[in-house]
């Protein structure tokens, strides 16, 4: 069983940096898969980008590549989402993940955080 609870988010104005936090508890953090989606009003959740359990493997969405950074500590239990360059589009609740799949499917995805919203002005 793990816990995710997100922090971090907050209003930003174009151009800015936010890091999203998410804390994890339980035993099998680092064994799983991390990943970070978003969620626009009325759509459902689209992968904004995932690390391996080793973080040997990062990959990212296409909207976001060069801007967005995902790391994470094992013995912190803790990832990260930093994300430089924040533009208005960028608005959007940002969900963490956790799961075993290698996956951008969300229900892949076992585990949950409650969400934090960022909002980036133009």
């Known amino acids: 069983q793990v816990q995710l609870v997100e922090s971090g988010g907050g209003l930003v104005q174009a151009g800015g940096s936010l890091r999203l936090s998410c804390a994890a508890s339980?035993?099998?953090?680092?064994?799983?898969?991390m990943a970070w989606f978003r969620r626009f009003p009325g759509t459902e959740q689209e992968i904004v980008a995932r690390?391996?359990?080793?973080?040997?493997?990062?990959a990212y969405a296409d909207s976001v590549k060069g801007r967005f950074t995902i790391s994470r500590d094992n013995a912190g239990n803790t990832v990260y989402l930093q994300m430089n360059s924040l533009r208005p589009e960028d608005s959007a609740v940002y969900y963490c993940?956790?799961?075993?799949?290698?996956?951008?499917?969300?229900?892949?995805?076992?585990?949950w955080g409650q969400g934090t919203q960022v909002t980036v002005s133009a």
């Open positions: 993940a956790a799961g075993t799949a290698w996956a951008t499917n969300p229900d892949d995805y076992d585990y």
């Open positions: 690390i391996e359990w080793s973080s040997r493997l990062t």
């Open positions: 339980g035993r099998t953090f680092s064994s799983n898969n």
